[in-house]
């Protein structure tokens, strides 16, 4: 928690999918809590905030696509955190901090095979019920094109990120 924070305070380049950006959101003070609306399992959309599509991280990007999930939980904005995406399932899907940092909810960097291998790692997590878990069938429909898209999406989330590491 220390050394993420003391990287956020620093100003470098900080970047957090699921887990990654729940810790970043907890070393900045805010909470991490059970998502209100359940599980958040399978290809979901989510949309630009008012603050999004000011948002040089998602500058270029549709107003709303598919972004793949695989969590229970949530974090709240911690100070200083600007919510860039959201959904209907998960209100808080990403934030910024500054011009550096950017937290994720949803998972950009999925490929095929980590699709398939997480639904067969942890099929357990598809037994919950609601509407944000889709089944093994829902997940893997139209995968290719699902992870094609994603990876377009993931450029030009990443390319930010990696114009920062070169300054």
Known sequence: MQLIRATIKAEKPTLGHCLGAQLIA???GAQVIANPSGPEIGWFPVQKTVAGRRSLWLKGLPES???????????M???GG???????ICANQAFSIGQHCLALQGHPE???????????AMAEDLKNTGVGVQS???????????CASLADISRQLYARWVELLTH
């Open 26 to 28: 907890k070393a900045m």
């Open 136 to 146: 093994v069938d829902e997940i893997t429909r139209d995968l290719a094109q699902k």
């Open 65 to 75: 696509f598919l972004l793949f999930h695989w969590h229970g939980e949530t974090f």
């Open 77 to 79: 904005l911690p100070e």
């Open 110 to 120: 999925v490929t095929e095979t980590i699709v398939r291998s997480w639904t067969l």
């Open 82 to 88: 600007i919510p860039i995406l959201a959904s209907a």
